[in-house]
């Protein structure tokens, strides 16, 4: 079993920056993609950014290219989300989520393929 707490979200300007952290525990997740997912009110949930396990592939959501990075850090069983020019269609509650496949090959944009979820980090971007 995988407990994942994020953590950095809140109320920034239009223009402004946020860096979401995600921590693991209960177990390692170095051999596991891990994705960042959002979901606006009324909306379904949506990929941001995912990293494979080897951290040599991503996969982002079309919008967010160019502004948002996805990093992780084994050591400390963690991935990050920096957002850099947020806009007010970034508003949305932020969640952090592990593959469910060891090693898969390349980065799933489903969320079905993915077993463990965070509780959630809102995010609001204003004007």
């Known amino acids: 079993q995988v407990q994942l707490v994020e953590s950095g979200g809140g109320l920034v300007h239009i223009g402004g920056s946020l860096r979401l952290s995600c921590a693991a525990s209960?177990?390692?997740?170095?051999?596991?993609?891990m994705g960042w997912f959002r979901q606006a009110p009324g909306k379904e949930r949506e990929l941001v950014a995912a990293?494979?396990?080897?951290?040599?592939?991503?996969n982002y959501l079309h919008s967010v290219k160019g502004r948002f990075t996805i990093s992780r850090d084994n050591a400390k069983n963690a991935v990050y989300l920096q957002m850099n020019s947020l806009q007010s269609e970034d508003t949305a509650v932020y969640y952090c989520?592990?593959?469910?496949?060891?090693?898969?090959?390349?980065?799933?944009?489903?969320?079905?393929?993915?077993?463990?979820w965070g509780q959630g980090t809102q995010v609001t971007v204003s004007s």
């Open positions: 989520a592990v593959d469910s496949l060891q090693y898969r090959v390349g980065v799933s944009g489903a969320s079905n393929d993915y077993a463990y």
């Open positions: 990293l494979s396990w080897n951290g040599y592939r991503t």
């Open positions: 209960g177990r390692t997740v170095s051999s596991y993609a």
